[in-house]
């Protein structure tokens, strides 16, 4: 089974319009992180949401936690053509507390934000 | 900002040779840990480092593979006879200062050809 999927694997915009990224996950988590990856370089940390948490601002940024669905949303308000990048959402821990820091990638998904 | 360091950028090697990656992680970090990215491919984990000894390590890291933290700041990836599949980008990354463990910081990556 995968952990952390996200749909759509690409989604094109335009500049000003709201980017929303899906993630969903199977098995238990302690918190789940989104990160950012331009092309060929490293990954960015955007925003952790713990298992509790069942919503989370910064800035432009929205993410929502449902555990019962083991599910995640990210959305990018506001685009902008700087925003284009591929975006992975990255479980980490599990029921059991036993996990120091590993985390679970995605597959990505790639959004282009055309000006 | 504090940024994770990593070098080379690039490393082109023949198959059955030895490579090391470097890190430097952020200083007063506590928590280190091997990524790696086939291209077109998830980001996986491979190893998470604390207090000089290994927490926790993947499937893929076999005894081909060796983590080390020589002198206090550097942290690096050891491949003893590499392989075709081998190549991919490896990331370092770190974390942790008091118990935020899960937030973790990466480096712009080492990209690994093996021929």
């Known amino acids: 089974s995968q952990q952390g999927e996200e749909d759509p694997q690409a989604l094109s915009i335009q500049e000003g319009e709201n980017a929303t990224m899906n993630c969903s996950y199977k098995?238990?988590?302690?918190?789940l992180q989104w990160y950012r990856q331009n092309s060929g370089r490293g990954l960015v940390h955007l925003i952790l949401?713990?298992?509790?948490?069942r919503e989370k601002h910064s800035g432009r940024l929205r993410v929502t936690l449902d555990t019962s669905k083991k599910s995640s949303s990210l959305l990018i308000t506001a685009s902008r053509a700087a925003d284009t990048a591929s975006y992975f959402c990255?479980?980490?821990?599990?029921?059991?507390?036993?996990?120091?820091?590993?985390?679970?990638f995605g597959q990505g998904t790639i959004l282009t934000v055309h000006p | 900002e504090p940024e994770v360091t990593q070098t080379p950028s690039h490393q082109v090697t023949q198959m059955g040779q030895e490579v090391i990656l470097r890190c430097v992680p952020i200083?007063?970090?506590?928590?280190f840990y091997w990524y790696r990215q086939i291209l077109g491919q998830k980001v996986e984990f491979l190893v998470s480092?604390?207090?000089?000894?290994?927490?926790?390590k993947s499937e893929i890291f076999d005894d081909q593979f060796s983590v080390e933290r020589p002198d206090g700041s550097n942290f690096t990836l050891k491949i003893r006879s590499t392989k075709l599949e081998d190549s991919a980008m490896y990331f370092c990354?770190?974390?942790?200062?008091?118990?935020?463990?899960?937030?973790?910081?990466f480096g712009p990556g080492t990209r690994l050809l093996v021929l």
């Open positions: 990354a770190s974390s942790g200062i008091r118990h935020s463990f899960w937030t973790q910081y």
């Open positions: 990255a479980t980490g821990g599990n029921a059991g507390g036993t996990s120091y820091g590993k985390l679970t």
């Open positions: 200083s007063n970090h506590l928590y």
């Open positions: 949401i713990r298992s509790n948490e």
């Open positions: 098995t238990s988590i302690n918190n």
């Open positions: 480092f604390y207090n000089n000894e290994i927490s926790e």
